[in-house]
């Protein structure tokens, strides 16, 4: 009897014939997978659970992934964008495709060159980076597809990772734990997906910015299940370092930022950790230790993702 009770980031599952079915409160997400187990339960027989929206199976012979995360009810794979009248008032939802199955995140920049801000997604079922061209005024081409080689997308950004003028796209994605950019060829042609790290367990988060202040475009990583905010530093073509963590103790890593906090020059780093509630800041010791926490900065978010916003001299 297949019994399928579920909750949304923990949850119950049951399979198929010769699995049995589980029935617990909640199964720790932040823990081991081993331990999220019913280990009386996994003792004997196959165990599948919802981690997240996806299923994970252990068997008796050890534990395994499986691929094909369902469809949600009550989601609709839109991308849209709403039009400021410019005092902060907004139209009506214009949609730019609903093509983004289990659509998480966008990001804006000209990724053509035409001088005109087209936007990109990140789509978790069906592992997809993409992109919509701009006609000028807000109407938007059809969905290209920069890569569905990120399993299950959680984040895209865009920065110029090569240097060579044009906007690049990184990805971050949580079941292959990956961080990755897809080298732009001036025009909005994407090259193949190029790795950065696998070394993110559950990736969740992926920014660019210059952390050692050499002139290129480094990059930052949060990942949730290690609960690890790291960098890796860009040669200056788009070929990039060993992971260097900044920080293992961001319990739940849900998101990261960098900013000038202290305003010393230099790109501090900003994390949002939804299993303790925090927003954490690490200070870039590359030029002078802090004299004093940021004041002039104002950290706006849930712990969710993080975005600063500047009311005073503080830069960005
Ligand atoms: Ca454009
Ligand atoms: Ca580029
Ligand atoms: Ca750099
Ligand atoms: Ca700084």
């Not at 139209?91 to 199955?101: E, K």
């Not at 060159?113 to 061209?133: E, F, H, N, P, Q």
């Not at 690890?228 to 530093?233: E, G, L, S, T």
């Not at 200070?283 to 005073?312: H, I, K, M, Y």
Request: hydrophobic share 35%; glycine share 10%.
């Amino acid at each position: 009897m297949p019994c399928l009770t579920r909750f949304w980031g923990c949850a119950v599952v049951l399979l198929p014939p010769e699995s049995i079915c589980v029935y617990a409160a909640c199964l720790e997400t932040n823990a081991p997978l081993s331990l999220r187990l019913p280990l009386a339960a996994a003792a004997t027989a196959d165990v599948c659970w919802w981690h997240l929206t996806r299923l994970r199976c252990s068997t008796r012979e050890g534990h395994s992934r499986m691929s094909g995360p369902p469809r949600m009810p009550g989601k609709d794979d839109k991308i849209a964008w709403y039009a400021n009248d410019g005092s902060g008032g907004f139209g009506s939802q214009q949609v730019i495709s609903t093509l983004a199955d289990g659509a998480i995140s966008v990001y804006a920049a000209d990724v053509d060159g035409d001088g005109d801000i087209d936007v990109l997604s990140a789509s978790t079922r069906d592992d997809k980076i993409a992109w919509y061209a701009n006609d000028g005024s807000g109407g938007f081409g059809s969905q290209q597809v920069i890569s569905t080689l990120a399993d299950f997308a959680v984040q895209v950004h865009a920065a110029d990772v090569d240097g060579d003028g044009d906007i690049d796209v990184l990805s971050a994605s949580k079941t292959d734990d990956k961080i990755a950019w897809y080298a732009n060829d001036g025009s909005g042609g994407f090259g193949s997906q190029q790795v950065i790290s696998t070394l993110t367990n559950g990736a969740h988060s992926v920014h660019a910015a210059d952390v050692d202040g050499d002139g290129d475009m480094d990059v930052l990583s949060a990942s949730y299940d290690d609960d690890k905010i790291a960098w890796y530093a860009n040669d200056g073509s788009g070929g990039f370092g060993s992971q260097q963590v900044i920080s293992t103790l961001s319990n739940g890593a849900r998101s990261v930022y960098a900013a000038d906090l202290d305003g010393d020059g230099d790109k501090d780093v900003l994390s949002a950790s939804i299993e303790a509630d925090t927003i954490a800041w690490y200070f870039n010791s590359r030029t002078a230790a802090p004299s004093a926490p940021p004041t002039s900065g104002e950290v706006t978010t849930t712990a969710l993702s993080v975005q600063l916003t500047c009311r005073d001299s503080c830069r960005i």
